[in-house]
């Protein structure tokens, strides 16, 4: 039988590629892993990436309504308090910690409105 072994990566529009990488680097520590003329730009850490392609080009389909509602990225306890005192750092506002029982969120937005998580799990 097959199954998938994880998400590779996750497709993102943006206004400004360039503007979106130098951001996902600052605030999550993104690095670039690849980049296609003109695009996509690959970013990630560990095993999981964020392909950021230019939003608003000609040809791109439409949206019906659906659509990801947020990424969320996975951390350990430390990380999860240092990345809320990072988040402040860059005035960055968030929501939470919100406590799930089995794990602690926080959530906040990139620069072209991605919700976007930072969660641990208990």
């Known amino acids: ?36 003329d003109p695009e996509p730009v690959m970013i990630g850490a560990g095993g999981t990436k964020l392909a950021l392609f230019r939003a608003n080009r000609e040809g791109r389909p439409e949206s019906h309504g659906l659509a990801w509602h ?12 240092r990345a809320q005192a990072h988040l402040r750092r860059l005035g960055i506002s968030f929501r939470g910690p919100v406590d799930h029982r089995v794990a602690q969120s926080i959530y906040f937005e990139d620069l072209d409105g991605h919700l976007l998580e930072i969660t641990y799990y208990l």
């Open 1 to 36: 039988m097959f199954a998938v072994d994880h998400i590779d990566h996750v497709e993102v529009f943006v206004r400004d590629i360039e503007h979106a990488c130098k951001w996902y680097a600052q605030v999550l520590g993104l690095q670039q892993v690849a980049r296609w």
């Open 70 to 81: 947020r990424v969320a990225w996975k951390t350990d306890a430390a990380g999860f308090e």
